[in-house]
């Protein structure tokens, strides 16, 4: 059997950036700017654009359906998917609806990935109870799994729980038109998270974003070992971690840090973390998940990453805070043409290398 090809896509949560006076720029902006980044992604044999969900003023993008959708038209190959949608927060029919419909409109790009979210901002927003995180995530979970086993020529479903009124053979409408929707769990790195992922045989994606990404291989280990034990085949694993391209390593630590120190010291301050500093920020560009650098550097380390982990699908997170779209620009210039087809080269020329 040939061994999957490695898939290298970027990420963006549409963070708010700035004009040139230091001022936000408005969200309807910056919203722009992403589907100019994702058509550049596209031109640049990029495989993968995600875009992220959120509910706060930092983040423009609360309905990345939209966004995909606008940057579907203007692409030709990209695939499109969320990073991630908060399902724990919607409706899951009408999660499988928006993408199906994405889907057709992309003809058969579009992929979800699944996830609690790191932010609570929808919960309120929605009218969920905070206190039913765990369940409200587990049952709506379970109701998208029917769905994607009932799209086989839409086929009738049924499901029950405690969270929302049961479907009785009813119908959900489109179906998607190339197969089933391309679905992913995101995990942050709890083990029941790993094995639940396992258990609706789903592919997972791991959000790598702080230390070696290494200390993952047990997650990785216990996935696998949780389908082998249902009697599942091998599922695509993914890896999302943050990152940022400029000409030499230099230039790249110093036109990131202030962005992402202030990123980081603002989410920080809401979940009672100290402040970061440079010492801190140059322990996660040389040993841990944050991928800065030139295209040499960061390609030698997304190869060491994959080769380690045994994943077949990388996606750098390339918005930082306020980091404006012209240097965005320029990394997403830089992954695509030098350091997607180093990483290839890299791990070409390693026999070693395996990819789950």
Not at 69 to 95: F, H, K, Q, Y
Not at 151 to 158: I, L
Not at 315 to 322: E, L, R, T
Request: one cysteine or more; proline letters at 6%.
């Amino acid at each position: 059997m040939l061994p999957k090809p490695l898939e290298l896509g970027l990420d963006t949560f549409g963070d708010v950036t700035r004009n040139a006076d230091g001022q936000p720029l408005p969200h309807a902006q910056v919203i722009r700017d992403v589907v100019a980044e994702a058509v550049l992604a596209d031109e640049l044999g990029v495989d993968f654009i995600g875009v992220g969900e959120h509910h706060r003023a930092d983040f423009a993008v609360s309905s990345p359906e939209m966004v995909l959708a606008a940057i579907a038209s203007r692409t030709d190959r990209i695939r499109l998917g969320s990073a991630v949608t908060v399902l724990s927060s919607d409706e899951p029919v009408r999660v499988f609806q928006r993408f199906s419909t994405l889907d057709a409109v992309s003809n058969g790009r579009a992929e979800v990935i699944l996830g609690r979210g790191s932010f609570t901002e929808s919960f309120p927003l929605f009218g969920y109870p905070l206190e039913k995180y765990e369940i409200l995530f587990e049952e709506k979970l379970s109701l998208f799994a029917a769905l994607l086993e009932g799209d086989h020529a839409s086929e009738p479903v049924t499901w029950r729980g405690t969270t929302r009124a049961p479907l009785t053979g009813l119908r959900v409408f489109p179906a998607t038109e190339h197969g089933r929707l391309t679905t992913w769990i995101g995990v942050g790195g709890s083990p029941e998270s790993v094995v639940r992922a396992a258990r609706y045989k789903l592919p997972m994606m791991l959000a790598i974003i702080g230390g070696d990404p290494r200390r993952f291989m047990p997650y990785i280990d216990l996935y696998k070992q949780a389908l082998l034990k249902q009697g599942t085949k091998s599922l695509p694993i993914g890896v999302h971690s943050p990152g940022y391209i400029a000409d030499t390593d230099m230039q790249a630590r110093e036109e990131l840090w202030p962005a992402y120190r202030d990123m980081r010291n603002r989410i920080g301050a809401e979940r009672g973390w100290g402040p970061t500093s440079p010492a801190e920020f140059e322990r996660e560009v040389e040993e841990g998940s944050l991928y800065v650098g030139s295209p040499e550097t960061v390609a030698q380390k997304i190869a060491a990453t994959v080769r380690a982990l045994g994943v077949s699908r990388f996606d750098m997170k390339y918005s930082a805070g306020w980091l404006a779209h012209d240097k965005m620009l320029r990394c997403i210039r830089y992954y695509g043409s030098v350091v997607s087809p180093r990483v290839r080269e890299l791990l070409a020329a390693d026999s070693t290398h395996t990819i789950a």
